[in-house]
């Protein structure tokens, strides 16, 4: 597990907001969301153009990639059968057809979409515009996860999201894991603030999770979060997650920041 786990940080954090009531289950219910990547909030996510290095895309290459796609189906096969394979879709041309890498593309996507359930966090608990953006704006709450009970809880595997002022293209030879790592761990640099971490499990889509409640660590309440509403969370936290951490978020009376309290 550690190998996974060595280049997260401790506490994974997610911005929720109180008045919306399948953000509340998160506390009440113990329920993590695996969202598809169509429900998400960025134009390119799950539509990344799919599209090779063109400067690999020699005949000599695209024979080998079939090649291995061949031997990897048909293990069974006589490499006479395999050649002849090879060679007839390598004649077909579909590396250089843009209907054809258009088409495969929206497959690809599809299944991407229909298969992969995603959980969006971030390391940063105080991070101003991931309050403004995903708590209501500071009207809501933030919850900390221990990485470890995290990962046993969901099975899921986690990826830091890559930000390039480019999209990415692929590399003919590029295994599935490593495909699927650009197609849906880069984001534009317009997004990095948000530093985001993605839980991913294949079959997961839109698919609840029920946590232990141990693995909540922190829960943080908003600036602007009603006194109301803090005091029934405050009421929650302490039967159901005593062993949590709670804070309260204050503006700064110097700075344009936001500061952490520990009430708990």
């Known amino acids: 597990m550690q190998e996974f786990l060595h280049d997260v940080p401790d506490v994974l954090y997610k911005y929720r ?55 990897r189906g048909y293990p069974n096969w006589k490499e006479e059968q395999i050649h002849e394979h090879c060679f007839h879709y390598q004649q077909m041309g579909h590396f250089h057809d843009e209907k ?11 299944q ?5 359930g995603i959980v ?43 930000y390039e002022e480019e999209l990415p293209t692929l590399n ?22 948000e530093d985001e971490y993605r839980l991913t499990r294949i079959y997961y889509s839109r698919t609840k999770v029920i946590l232990r409640k141990e693995t909540v660590v922190e829960i943080i309440l908003g600036c602007k979060m009603e006194q109301a509403e ?12 005593p062993h949590a951490r709670v804070y309260d978020m204050k503006l700064s009376k110097t700075k344009f920041e936001i500061e952490i309290m520990q009430i708990r």
Not at 100 to 110: C, G, N, S
């Open 100 to 110: 054809y890498m258009d088409d495969f593309e929206a497959d690809t996507l599809k």
């Open 230 to 241: 803090k005091f029934n969370i405050l009421d929650l936290a302490a039967r159901e997650y």
């Open 112 to 116: 991407i979409n229909q298969d992969f």
């Open 17 to 71: 907001d109180w008045n919306n009531p399948n953000h509340k289950r998160l506390l009440e219910s113990q329920e993590l969301y695996f969202s598809s990547i169509d429900q998400f909030n960025d134009p390119f996510d799950g539509t990344i153009p799919y599209r090779y290095k063109p400067e690999e895309l020699t005949e000599e290459n695209i024979f080998l990639k079939y090649y291995q796609i061949t031997k």
């Open 172 to 193: 003919l030879f590029d295994n599935v894991f490593e495909t699927f790592k650009k197609l849906i761990g880069t984001k534009s640099k317009t997004w990095k603030y």
């Open 120 to 162: 969006c966090l971030c390391k940063e608990r105080d991070n101003f515009l991931l309050w403004s953006h995903y708590s209501n704006s500071h009207k809501g709450f933030c919850v900390g996860f221990n990485k470890k009970l995290l990962f046993e809880d969901t099975g899921a595997g986690f990826a830091h999201m890559q």
